[in-house]
Structures are given as structure tokens and as C-alpha cells.
């Protein structure tokens, strides 16, 4: 096959070699616009796994390149004053010079032709005299931006400026991350050693920080002072390098995510970085690029057609990049977002940069380093508030809201069970909430327990409007603080538009099929064409309203309740408030947020009035009606817990969604938690997690990074009253109260778990 590779990086060399091992036949031409030894970079980094993968496609490129290597095991931080290490995490460096250089002369071997300061001005015209033309021209691909229409590329330029420098500073005992605070805000940089005596060393700042400094006007010494200066007590003495010699003007770049949609056309294959890119903090882009050539050739090999052969190449590579991809999204968007974590101790701000890509988890950085994660999780405890002599998971710290000590941090999350009868709690409720408290949980808080008959969301809702709601709900808190060590929370809300709808597994939101009952809402707008249309809620009512959220709270207390929530999410009355798609007012309660949270806050404020002191508050919020910009966005959310934290409540509950029927939620594992994250550590709030997170490892990571102060399992908990018990006997904690007839069960759990087995029946 006549072959040409158009650009000579690690794609288009490794493919090249990957081919003549093959088949030595191949005819085999790379064309390179720079010179041999011309390029920019500085280190690339590997993974053990990586090189293993190059050893079986090439023994002896993998073994020069192996002797070239250089090793390290920790991640070193500079944060406030603290270099924080930690270790166990196996990587390894080379310099991209000298690893071009390797692969250029083991291509030379195998008798692959280099044509460098040859720069290729169309894929088309050398298609038509190659039997297959590869583009390896990189991340400004020439190829890619000569078919657009054929690769549909999509270029996401993110937010920060970056600048790729090198320096003779060692920093061979860790790859090392140093935070710096200056006048314009914080810079960092990423830091590692690729050969004996020349370090990696790239900077980064916000947008922001970059146009203070004037970084754009400078030249690109001038930044390099900048840095230098910047960075002084890490460098030694030394002096920070650039050998983008190619690059005129700062050198400093945004970084490009790109993914095309399709990768070939005609005889032309998008290889490396033009196919797509991994974002250089998770150190993959020449991984990606290598294993990309050992496939393409692997297919080439095996299939039939050239087309064959493409297809199957992209079919198993979009997978492997799409992981990468994603890893490097949440990596990227860490050190995008980082001045919202730079308040954080250096314990946890450390935490939250290894676990940030998300592909670390609490017991994998165990593996790693059981040392650091145990003075990690002991520093937790401590500031929990619990000098207890065991160092033990995040979730078993003990959490404190106003009087309320909570003993661990699991909240069985508000369920409605569509149960009650005239809004009255009946033995169901006696009985699940009593074995959820027995569970383990630290907090169990009610369903959506309804102000009013009419405030219901179906007939199947309870209330607390009645004496004999407030006596049943009586018998369930009194067992719960008799029997178990959890509190009790009461949720306490109005359907508003959708109310009188049918049971949860009936047809949820849909109107009755009889016996409806009106329903208002902040506006009359209907939850769906065949909901009816609600009272768009006039003076009158909303008093009325908040007299029976008075009442409800003074049962809820005699009742005695540890807590109170208010329902502000999920598109019941006060959420029809607070999102814009839901309310028109014309009057002070509609129009800006401040107008839309009005009532809410007003609510919560009678509420406040007639709840003990001792006891805490929390709200309940949807942080993204999922409407995109028409809606709340989690931007919005942080202004409403801002409100809510002026107001004097103890906690925000973030939910999300249930707004509109014209929401589409991104599901995924802890999907919600991004809202949550973001609302703690910008406005100092403490918060509760929710949605779709359901392992310990989960609950564990989410505390530790400080994304929240409490997590909410829902629906874990309707299959698992026992979540939290269970848990802890899996990690072999010991330290949670069983309730005393159950003791032989829970030794028999200990012994079985310790033996790494289970109790739950396994499929
Ligand atoms: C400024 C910069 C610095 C980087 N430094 C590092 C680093 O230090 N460590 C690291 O791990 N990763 C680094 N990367 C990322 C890394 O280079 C890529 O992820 C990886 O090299 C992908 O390999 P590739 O072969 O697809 O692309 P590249 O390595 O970019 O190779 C593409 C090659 O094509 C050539 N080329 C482009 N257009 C033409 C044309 N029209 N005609 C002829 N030749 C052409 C280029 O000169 C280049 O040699 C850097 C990226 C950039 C943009
Ligand atoms: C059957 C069921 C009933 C629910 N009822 C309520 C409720 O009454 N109040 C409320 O705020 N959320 C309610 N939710 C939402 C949950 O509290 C939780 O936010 C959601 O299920 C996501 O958590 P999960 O992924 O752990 O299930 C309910 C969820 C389920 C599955």
C-alpha cells in the first residue's frame, strides 16, 4: 500500500512504524513542516499501561523509550504555604524531542521515508496518488479544516489561558502542582520532570487574571518574566524556557476540546490530535495518539477494505477517546472553576484536585496512598467535631445543624409513599420510616407532608393539618427517638399546580380521573395540557397559605420533629415562585429573582418564627430547571441560596428538575452533585447532595471533596432500608449502633463481610 502521513508527531510516526512492522512492503512517506529536531513541547506523559501496550505492538521502540524515562510516584502540592504529598500514583515522563527523535530513527529503520520542512497544503491533492493518506497534522489540522463538511469538527475553546514553558528547576520527586495568589488573582502551574536536568512547566490562569496582567500584549519574554517572577521561590534561581519558536506574539492559548463527529473520508483518516484532543492535565493526548496508530494498523491488518477498516478503527477508538474525554472535562473544569475551591484547608483542597477527573475514588486513592488518606480522613473527623481514637470514612462523622447532632451523614432522602389516607399517616408509614431510622441513616426525613387538603398532591399524600395527622406522626417520631439514633425531619409543602393528580405509580402528574379538586399556583399557567389550569394565587390565599404552613410547623414541633424542610423544588407552589417558566406576576412576587423568592421567604420566615431556635431549617430548591437559559440555571442557584442564606436558613436540599415538562435533565452518577458543589463552596452555605448516588465510595468522595455537608439517597433507600449499616459492615467500620435484638446478625454480617464476602443475595 502506498502510504502517506501527513505530519510527523507521535501519530504519524508511530503509525508509520506500525505498518512496516506488518508489512515491510508498505510504501511509507511522512511529511513534516518542521525540521527533525524542530519541535515544541516539552515532556509527554505515560501511564504503566500505556507502555505496555506499546511493547506488544513494538518491543524495541518501547524499550528506547523505556531507557529514556523519567519515573516518579508522588503529586506534590503548593497551597497556602503547605506542599502537601502524596503517593502511590505511578507515572512516568519523556522529553517530546527526544521521544520524536526515537520514533523518527526507528522509522528510518523499518524504511519509512521522512520528508521533513515539507509542508502539505492539501490532503486532496496527495489523496489522489496515495492509496491511503493519513492526517496526523494536529490539533490546528489542516486536513480536518479542508473537509468540514465530511468530519463536522467540534471545537470547544474552554476558558482558561495556558502557556507551555520548560525550566532547569528539578522537580524530579513529584509531579508537582504550586498555587499562587497574586495582585490580578491566582496562577498555577502543572510541573514535571521528562529528562535529567529539563522540567515541564506549564502555566495557567482565568481569563480573567490573564487580561489583568496584561499578558495578551506581552511578548513572549515578557511573559515569561511575568512568571518567572510569579514563581521565583520554586525556581531556584532558575529561569523558565519556551521553544515555541514557531509561535509569534504571547504563546499563551486557550485549550481547544476537539471531537469531529466522523474521522474518515474517501482514502483520508484522522489520526491524534485532529481527530480529538485530551485535555493536557490528564496527560493523554500522545497516548491517545499512539494507541490510535496501533489500531488503525491492527484494522488495516484485518479487515477486507479501507472502509472496513475505518469503520471498525473509529468504532473502537471513539469509546476509548470519549472516556479520556470526559475524564479531561472534569479535569479541565476543575482548574477552570478553582478560585471557587481556593478557600478550601489544604487537606481538602489536595482531596479535591486527585479525585478531580473523577476516575480516583475515595478507596482507589487508599490503594494509592493509605497514609495520606487516612491523615486525610482523621483531619475530617476532627473537623466534624469528633476526637474519636479510630480514624473512620467521611460519611460516619458527625454532623451538627443549630442543637441537632447528626450522627453520620447518610439522609434518607423525601419519598412520598402515596399511603395515607385523608392525609392521615397509617402502619406503612409507622413501619417504613421506623425501619429506615433502625437502618442506620443519621437523618430521615418525611415525604412531602401537605398543609392543606388541597395543598395534597394526590389523595394518597399526608398532611399535617389535623390532629390526628399531627398524633400518628407523633407515634413515628416518638419510636424513632426511642428505638434508634436518628433524627427526624419533617418536609413540609404545596402541591400548587400539581396537585390533585393520580399515585405515584399510576399515572404520575396526570390529573385525576375523578373527584379533582382546584388547584392554584404562583401563576395560572398549567403543568401540562391536560392538568387543569390553576388559580393564579391572589393575596387572600397566599395569607391563608402561609397561616397553614404556621400551623403545620407548630404541629410538626409537638409532634416532635428535629427538623423542618420546606418544599421549594420539583414545581409544587413555592417552586412555582422561585423559576421564571412557572410565574408571570406582574405584582412584587414576579419579575426578578428577588421578586420570585419573595413568598418563599416569607414563608420561610413565619415558619422560622414559631420553630424552636434549637432546631434547624432547611429549603429544598430545583438548581436547574434543565431549559437551558429560560429557566433557573445552577448560576441562578447560587444567588437563591445567597437569599436563603441572608434569610437564616440552615441548609439548602439541592435538587434539580421537575419544573417543566419541558426539561432534559443530563442523568448520570451523582448528576445533581455539580449543583450542590458549587452553591457550598461559593456562598459558604452548607448543603445537602441528592440524585442518582448510591455507593459508599460515592458519599465518601462527595464529603471529602467538600462538595457537601450531607448526602440524600432516595431511591437506595426503598431497596435498602439498612443502606447505611450495610455500608459500614462492607468497609469494615464498626462503629455504628445496631439496635440491641439485632446484635447476632450484625456479628454474623462483621464476620461474613471481614472474609470479603457478602450477605445480600448475589445473581
Ligand atoms: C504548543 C503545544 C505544546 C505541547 N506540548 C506537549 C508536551 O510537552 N507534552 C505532551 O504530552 N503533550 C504536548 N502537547 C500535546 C501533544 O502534542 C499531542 O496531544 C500529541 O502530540 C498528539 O500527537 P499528534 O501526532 O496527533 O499531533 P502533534 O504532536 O501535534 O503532531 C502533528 C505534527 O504535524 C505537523 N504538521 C501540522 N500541520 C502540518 C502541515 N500542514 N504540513 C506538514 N506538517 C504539519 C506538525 O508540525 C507536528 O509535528 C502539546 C500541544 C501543543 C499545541
Ligand atoms: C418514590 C419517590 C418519591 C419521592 N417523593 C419526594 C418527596 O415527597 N419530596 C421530595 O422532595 N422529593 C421526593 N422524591 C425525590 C427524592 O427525594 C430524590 O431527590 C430523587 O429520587 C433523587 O435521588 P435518588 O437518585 O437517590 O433516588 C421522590 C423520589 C422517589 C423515587
Not at 402561609?546 to 410538626?556: G, L, S, T, V
Request: charged share 25%; aromatic share 10%.
Amino acid at each position: 500500500m502506498k502510504i502517506a502521513c501527513l505530519g510527523g508527531g507521535p501519530a504519524g510516526l508511530y503509525f508509520a512504524i506500525s505498518m512496516k512492522l506488518r508489512d515491510p512492503s508498505h510504501d511509507i512517506t511522512v511529511f513534516e513542516r518542521n525540521k527533525p529536531d524542530d519541535t515544541f513541547g516539552w515532556g509527554v506523559v505515560f501511564s504503566d499501561e500505556t507502555l505496555d501496550n506499546l511493547a506488544a505492538n513494538d518491543a524495541i521502540s518501547a524499550e528506547v523509550i523505556r531507557g529514556h524515562f523519567a519515573y516518579w510516584d508522588d503529586i506534590a502540592v503548593h497551597y497556602r504555604g503547605q506542599r502537601i504529598i502524596s503517593t502511590g500514583h505511578g507515572f512516568c515522563g519523556i522529553g517530546r524531542k527526544q521521544l520524536l527523535l526515537l520514533l523518527q530513527q526507528r522509522a528510518r529503520e523499518l524504511g519509512v521515508s521522512l520528508r521533513f520542512e515539507a509542508e502539505v497544503e492539501s490532503a486532496a491533492e496527495i489523496a489522489k496518488s496515495y492509496d491511503l493518506v493519513v492526517a496526523s497534522d494536529g490539533l490546528n489540522s489542516k486536513v480536518r479544516n479542508e473537509f468540514p463538511q465530511h468530519f463536522c469538527p467540534e471545537i470547544d475553546l474552554r476558558k482558561c489561558k495556558f502557556v507551555w514553558l520548560g525550566t532547569h528547576q528539578k522537580f524530579d520527586d513529584a509531579f508537582t502542582f504550586i498555587f499562587e495568589e497574586t495582585e490580578h488573582g491566582w496562577v498555577w502551574a502543572h510541573a514535571y520532570q521528562f529528562d535529567a536536568d529539563t522540567a515541564t512547566f506549564i502555566v495557567e490562569c482565568s481569563e480573567a487574571t490573564w487580561v489583568k496582567f496584561g499578558f495578551g500584549e506581552m511578548t513572549k519574554e515578557q511573559s515569561i518574566a511575568a512568571c518567572e517572577k510569579i514563581f521565583k521561590k520554586y525556581l531556584g534561581g532558575h529561569q523558565l524556557l519556551s521553544n515555541a519558536h514557531h509561535i509569534r506574539g504571547s504563546a499563551w492559548i486557550n485549550f481547544p476540546r476537539v471531537l469531529c463527529k466522523k474521522w474518515s473520508h474517501g482514502n483520508i483518516v484522522l489520526m491524534g490530535d485532529a481527530a480529538a484532543t485530551a485535555h493536557f492535565s490528564i496527560g493523554s493526548g500522545t497516548k491517545l495518539a499512539m494507541e490510535s496508530a496501533i489500531s488503525m494498523a491492527n484494522y488495516l491488518r484485518s479487515e477486507p477494505t479501507l472502509q472496513a477498516a475505518f469503520a471498525k478503527y473509529e468504532d473502537a477508538r471513539r469509546f476509548e477517546v470519549l472516556r479520556l474525554q470526559s475524564a479531561g472535562r472534569n479535569s479541565l473544569e476543575w482548574f477552570e472553576e478553582v478560585e471557587r475551591y481556593l478557600h478550601l484547608d489544604p487537606v481538602q483542597f489536595n482531596y479535591s484536585l486527585l479525585t478531580r477527573s473523577q476516575r480516583i475514588s475515595h478507596e482507589n486513592l487508599r490503594l494509592r496512598d493509605k497514609a495520606w488518606l487516612e491523615s486525610a480522613e482523621a483531619w475530617f473527623q476532627r473537623q466534624a467535631g469528633d476526637y474519636g481514637a479510630n480514624v473512620r470514612r467521611p460519611m460516619f462523622a458527625p454532623f451538627k445543624l443549630r442543637d441537632m447532632t447528626l450522627k453520620n451523614r447518610i439522609v434518607v432522602s423525601p419519598m412520598a409513599q402515596y399511603r395515607a389516607v385523608d392525609g392521615c399517616p397509617t402502619d406503612w408509614h409507622l413501619i417504613h420510616y421506623c425501619e429506615r431510622a433502625k437502618g442506620g441513616a443519621g437523618l430521615v426525613t418525611i415525604e412531602m407532608t401537605c398543609i392543606s387538603p388541597e395543598g395534597r398532591i394526590s389523595p394518597g399524600c399526608t398532611g399535617m393539618y389535623s390532629p390526628e395527622h399531627e398524633a400518628a406522626w407523633k407515634r413515628i417520631v416518638d419510636f424513632v427517638h426511642a428505638e434508634t439514633g436518628a433524627k427526624i425531619c419533617c418536609q413540609l409543602g404545596h402541591s400548587g399546580a400539581k396537585g390533585s393528580t393520580q399515585l405515584g405509580w399510576e399515572e404520575s402528574d396526570a390529573p385525576l380521573k375523578k373527584d379533582n379538586w382546584p388547584v392554584m399556583s404562583a401563576s395560572d399557567i398549567a403543568w401540562s395540557e391536560r392538568n387543569q389550569r390553576p388559580k393564579a394565587i391572589d393575596r387572600a390565599d397566599m395569607k391563608m397559605v402561609r397561616e397553614q404552613f404556621i400551623a403545620a410547623a407548630k404541629m410538626a414541633e409537638r409532634a416532635g420533629f428535629d427538623m423542618l424542610e420546606l418544599h421549594c423544588a420539583h414545581g409544587y407552589l413555592l417552586s412555582s415562585f422561585i423559576t421564571p417558566l412557572t410565574n408571570n406576576r406582574r405584582d412584587e412576587y414576579g419579575g426578578s429573582l428577588e421578586n420570585r423568592m419573595r413568598y418563599p421567604l416569607e414563608i420561610f420566615h413565619a415558619v422560622r418564627a414559631v420553630w424552636p431556635a434549637g432546631k434547624p431549617i432547611s429549603i429544598r430548591i430545583s438548581a436547574n430547571d434543565w431549559v437551558g437559559d429560560d429557566g433557573i440555571e445552577p448560576q441562578d442557584a447560587v444567588e437563591i441560596a445567597r437569599m436563603l442564606q441572608a434569610a437564616g436558613v440552615d441548609i439548602c436540599d439541592v435538587s434539580a428538575g421537575q419544573t417543566s415538562t419541558r426539561a432534559r435533565p443530563v442523568y448520570g452518577r451523582m448528576f445533581q452533585t455539580p449543583f450542590s458543589d458549587r452553591i457550598r463552596n461559593e456562598t459558604g452555605m452548607a448543603t445537602m447532595a441528592v440524585g442518582n448516588i448510591y455507593e459508599p465510595d460515592h458519599v465518601n468522595s462527595i464529603l471529602m471533596a467538600g462538595r457537601a455537608d450531607l448526602v440524600c439517597l432516595a431511591r437506595p433507600h426503598l431497596v435498602d432500608p439498612y443502606w447505611t449499616l450495610h455500608a459500614a459492615a462492607a468497609l469494615g467500620d464498626r462503629g455504628e449502633r445496631w439496635p440491641a435484638p439485632y446484635f447476632a446478625g450484625r456479628d454474623q454480617l462483621y464476620r461474613i463481610s471481614a472474609r470479603g464476602e457478602t450477605a445480600l443475595v448475589r445473581v
